[in-house]
């Protein structure tokens, strides 16, 4: 089985950049479409972005396009955030995805990692 862990949040100014990654151990994370998503205090979790493994097409929400980037290092088995302009409202718990689609369906999640922006 996969495990997902998200690396690399913290407290940063409005304005400021994180990158979060996302370490798999237990298969090979090129062979899976990965997506992040975020939950804020009080809400449910929702979409950030996704990387694809067919074409290796993106697609992000609107609320963070043009700010955020998702990206693969193979050689790590990692899979990147990276958040840029970052706003107050980017502030919650973001998740690490992984799914390998098929006759046989998995789907893994990391634990979460804090982002907090201040202002």
């Known amino acids: 089985q996969v495990q997902l862990v998200e690396s690399g949040g913290g407290l940063v100014q409005a304005g400021g950049s994180l990158r979060l990654s996302c370490v798999a151990s237990?298969?090979?994370?090129?062979?899976?479409?990965v997506a992040w998503f975020r939950q804020a205090p009080g809400s449910e979790r929702e979409f950030v972005g996704d990387l694809r493994v067919s074409g290796g097409t993106t697609a992000y929400a609107d609320s963070v396009k043009g700010r955020f980037t998702i990206s693969r290092d193979n050689a790590k088995n990692t899979v990147f955030l990276q958040m840029n302009s970052l706003k107050p409202e980017d502030t919650a718990v973001y998740y690490c995805?992984?799914?390998?689609?098929?006759?046989?369906?998995?789907?893994?999640w990391g634990q979460g990692t804090q982002v907090t922006v201040s202002s």
């Open positions: 237990g298969g090979t994370l090129s062979r899976y479409d």
């Open positions: 995805r992984a799914i390998l689609g098929g006759t046989r369906f998995l789907d893994y």
